[in-house]
């Protein structure tokens, strides 16, 4: 019978999730500096990334764009949305922060992220990733996830609402948030985000309980 060969961390494992880890975080710094430029006046607004366009719901009354197409058979059922896509050709500073806000709380939460894991896998490369800082690192990395899962949507839907209203010419803003499905809020990284503290319990617990055993020896 053949004997199981444990896993075990080596140099060079540690030396591919680090090289990732820190191109990862290089690319996002580079697109969160870019989009923060963006919100200036020094770069033009049309052509550029981050998109200067939104897409909202059409107002109350307003035709369609196009009549729906026609199902080739009973059991199908076809339906138009009604929505409309706005753009902002020369935006002031505040509508280019509401355009980008929700990125720029994205790529916080993913640098915030990543960081921590970095961390991690240095301590993995010293041999003893059992150690209190990783257990709050595992928590600061659930609370982000959640936080992000949880604000990012609500910051799209403010700001579509904002932008909506000051270029139609209404006063106050209209909020369409949606808890479940496409643009609201994503059950499984609340669950993933759960799973972290979890995680980091178990890391906070068997620590502690190492180092009562370290005592006792």
Do not use: C
Request: no cysteine; proline share 7%; aromatic share 6%.
């Amino acid at each position: 019978m053949s004997k199981r060969t444990p896993f075990r961390w080596s140099r060079a494992d540690g030396f591919v999730a680090r090289f990732i880890l820190v191109m990862a975080i290089g690319v996002t710094l580079f697109t969160t500096v870019f989009a923060l430029v963006w919100i200036t006046p020094l770069l033009p607004a049309d052509g550029s990334v981050p998109a200067n366009t939104i897409t909202v719901p059409s107002p109350d009354g307003a035709p369609e764009s196009a009549p729906p197409a026609v199902p080739a058979g009973p059991e199908y059922g076809i339906e138009s949305e009604q929505g409309m896509v706005i753009t902002f050709h020369d935006p002031t500073t505040v509508q280019r922060l509401l355009l980008v806000l929700p990125g720029l709380l994205a790529q916080a939460a993913a640098l915030l992220v990543m960081v921590n894991l970095l961390r991690i896998v240095r301590s993995l490369d010293l041999g003893d990733p059992f150690v209190p800082a990783n257990a709050l690192r595992l928590r600061v990395i659930a609370l982000t996830v959640l936080a992000g899962t949880l604000l990012v949507p609500a910051a799209e839907k403010v700001g579509e609402g904002l932008l909506r209203g000051q270029a139609l010419g209404v006063d106050g803003f209209e909020i369409s948030y949606v808890l479940i499905g496409e643009g609201g809020i994503s059950f499984t990284m609340v669950f993933v985000s759960l799973l972290l503290l979890g995680l980091a319990e178990v890391f906070r617990r068997g620590t502690r309980m190492r180092d009562d055993v370290r005592g006792l020896v």
